[in-house]
């Protein structure tokens, strides 16, 4: 069973910098498509990026901030958060599914919490 463990939120201040980091066990991490996902308080959850069979998409609210990248020697992928807003504060989540089918048979993780402060 495949399990994901998120990790690296915390508070920041507007315009700072957080990398999240989710590591994946219980599969063989370079079969799963990896996708990061984010609920604010109050809100549905939205998409945020993915790591899509060789393709990468963002968001329009993380395009030219975020960054999405994978190191499949370390079952890892990362969302490294540049230039925060005070909107971007949510539980952000990782999600593993071997076709991108995160919603329907995908795995996920708890969550990491990440707060930016104006």
């Known amino acids: 069973q495949v399990q994901l463990v998120e990790s690296g939120g915390g508070l920041v201040q507007a315009g700072g910098s957080l990398r999240l980091s989710c590591a994946l066990s219980g599969g063989t991490f370079s079969s799963y498509y990896m996708g990061w996902f984010r609920q604010a308080p109050g809100k549905e959850r939205e998409f945020v990026a993915s790591?899509?069979?060789?393709?990468?998409y963002y968001a329009d609210s993380a395009k030219g901030r975020f960054t999405i990248s994978r190191d499949n020697a370390k079952n890892t992928v990362y969302l490294q958060m540049n230039s925060l807003k005070p909107e971007d504060t949510a539980v952000y989540f990782c999600?593993?599914?071997?076709?991108?089918?995160?919603?329907?048979?995908?795995?996920w993780g708890l969550g990491t919490q990440v707060t930016v402060s104006s």
């Open positions: 999600a593993a599914d071997p076709r991108g089918d995160y919603e329907g048979s995908g795995s």
């Open positions: 790591w899509s069979g060789g393709t990468i």
